[in-house]
């Protein structure tokens, strides 16, 4: 753990329960299958959303994962996920809860790798954005220098946690 990741806020239980989560199955470089797991903060349906708050909101979630921006290399953060019944729970620093992941096929990629790649956006996107939505706010989030990447694997809870 870096002075950074000690000296960062922990991630609200409000925060993490309005993420979006969005899972694919990709694969690396190599030809290796690697899950991805994609949190943003959703886009209001009714009201506009404060740039800064979203961002602020999303900077929080980066800190806690130890993720750093796409193109730098992407850091190892260790344990941070782990299988409970037919779930996959996402657990953050100094954080006592988890955000829960439910996608079979996704799920089925983590236990084969071991792994996933994490990857958060800073900018709002919509719940019910299509596969092109996704992937042209991940290019642009990427060439903006707003989405940020991080490796975890699967094991035991952080902190004990059960």
């Known amino acids: 753990m870096t002075a950074e990741t000690t000296l960062a806020e922990v991630v609200t239980l409000s925060t993490l329960a309005t993420v979006n989560v969005r899972t ?12 991805c797991l994609m949190l943003t903060y959703p886009a209001p349906q009714f009201d506009e959303a404060d740039p800064a708050a979203v961002e602020a ?7 806690s994962l130890g993720a750093v921006p796409a193109g730098e290399p992407v850091p190892d953060v260790g344990v941070r996920l782990t299988i409970q019944g037919g779930v996959a729970l996402l657990w953050f620093l100094e954080a006592g809860y988890a955000l829960k992941v439910q996608h079979p096929r996704w799920m089925r990629g983590l236990k084969e790798c071991g792994g ?16 092109a939505e996704v992937d042209e706010y991940r290019a642009n989030a990427r060439a903006g220098g707003r989405l940020y990447l991080a490796l975890a694997h699967l094991g035991r809870p952080l902190g004990g946690a059960s």
């Open 24 to 35: 694919w199955l990709d694969h690396t470089d190599a030809g290796e299958l690697i899950p």
């Open 57 to 63: 909101s999303m900077r929080q979630v980066v800190q």
């Open 116 to 131: 996933a790649l994490l990857v958060v956006g800073l900018d709002e996107l919509s719940q019910v954005a299509s596969v």
